[in-house]
């Protein structure tokens, strides 16, 4: 878990608020029961690249799915993710537990392509041996997080929380399964825009990387090969009828899903250059894209494990009122359920 941002003040009524580049999802979680959830479509090209284009359209897609949602708060927990944010293990001499952060901010400087002073620094410790401590080091481009934290504000709300995707997506992980804590598991968000994978295990992230590449590529292989627009191509990848044919994507889908295996891999050899004879036991998948027909079976058959969807419901009581959009949209929510748990001030509790 991780907050950027050490905010003291406790709140018991944040509510998650994922922005991401196809949607903004919001979801409200109390005493383990979703109180409040929603969804709104952005318009393409209003975050690009992982960078906010419009910020007005953001903040009124965030307001918008507020009230729908039927939240009542004003304090959001967000996530950033994507290339400004760096996540590395890297080992530190052994020093006690209160002199880490400064160390961690020494060694931080060679390994971050930015100046230190451009970026907000958090590690958590994985572990210590034989007078070395491994160290996982986040560091995100301030600039990044204050460009979420002013569309939030604008929207009228308060981000108290900044948190990194990946790690939502773990954060509802351990909640939603706590006895799977003993394997490595890979899991992987991949949305519109970006990928993201965090690696598990035993409670902890021992791996994490973001890289571009999402449902938009499917969508563009699409358009490019039928040459239609971007938005008819992501309606009939959805299945919707605009007279075309599902036969006709098959040659452009088997494509990127070509490509996004050979992405997973690009992450898997570069996870196993930094863990020594780690083995992922399986791949957990979420975000909206894993909900493409057959992208679950392609990978397992690639990698020879298991593949699974995320279930980020599987132990938070959903009412009726939310009951179907729940089960419709499930691994897409998945960020935004592991946001919704957070509270103000559990990263100092959990130590
Ligand atoms: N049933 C489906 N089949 C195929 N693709 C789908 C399906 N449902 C959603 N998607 C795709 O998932 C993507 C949206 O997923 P998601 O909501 O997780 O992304 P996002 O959070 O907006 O983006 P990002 O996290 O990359 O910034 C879109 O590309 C959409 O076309
Ligand atoms: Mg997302």
Redesign the pocket.
Known sequence: MLNILKKLRKSSDTFGL????????AVQIKSGSVTGMA?VG?PADT?AD?SIRDTQAVADAIKEAVVKAGIGGLEAAIAV??RELIIKKVQIPEVPARDVHDVVMLEAEHHIPFAIDEVFIDHHTLGRSSGQMDVILVAVKKSKVNEYMAVVDQAGFNPLIVDV?GFALGNQWELNFPSEAREAVALI????????TNVVRGGATIFARDIPF???N??QAIAQRLNISFQQA?DA???KDVGVKWETLVPPLEAISRELSLEVQRTFDYFASTAESERIGKIVL????????G?NEYLASNWGIPVELARPFERIEVAPAYAEEAAA?A?????AVGLGLRRSGDKEQSK
């Open positions: 994922d922005i991401g580049t196809s949607a903004v999802k969804s952005l975050i992982g993710c994507g995707d968000d991949i949305g519109a825009a970006i990928m993201k999402g449902g938009n499917y969508t992501e990848k959805l299945g979420a975000g909206g894209c894993a909900q493409l027909p992208l949209m691994p897409a929510l998945a960020v």
